[in-house]
């Protein structure tokens, strides 16, 4: 069964099945393998219905095979470039993690101050 695919394997399905956890896809008439949601698209896929249907062809990557229970993991998301915006903001998080430093600053002059009045205190 595993001598015709391979892990890597880009090829195309269709859609055998769907449940809330994921698509069954066959790569041929004996072999079939299951998309997890989350291999879907890139983002957030809250209902998978909003993007398969039973019958679609669809292009998959094979990320697994467990040869001793014949489970195949596939993956829709791994054959498609990961969209601009999704680029844009991951640039936007970093350039506002490398300024937050500068944002603690003045509660890091001030812990000092803090410590100096409880010591003061305490006496």
Do not use: C
């Given at each position: ?24 896809v066959a790569l041929d008439e004996q072999v079939q393998g299951l998309v997890h949601i989350s ?85």
């Open positions: 069964m595993a001598e015709k695919f391979e892990t890597g394997q880009v090829l195309t399905g269709k859609v055998t099945g769907i449940q809330p956890y994921g698509a069954f291999e879907v698209t890139h983002g957030f896929v809250k209902d998978i219905n909003e993007h398969l249907s039973v019958g679609d062809e669809v292009k998959v990557k094979i990320l697994d095979i467990n040869e001793e229970n014949g489970k195949y993991s596939l993956s829709i998301r791994a054959t498609e470039e990961a969209p601009a915006k999704q680029q844009q903001a991951s640039s936007q998080k970093q350039a506002v993690s490398e300024d937050a430093p500068a944002g603690f600053n003045t509660l890091k002059d001030k812990l000092q101050d803090w410590i100096k009045q409880t010591e003061g205190n305490r006496k």
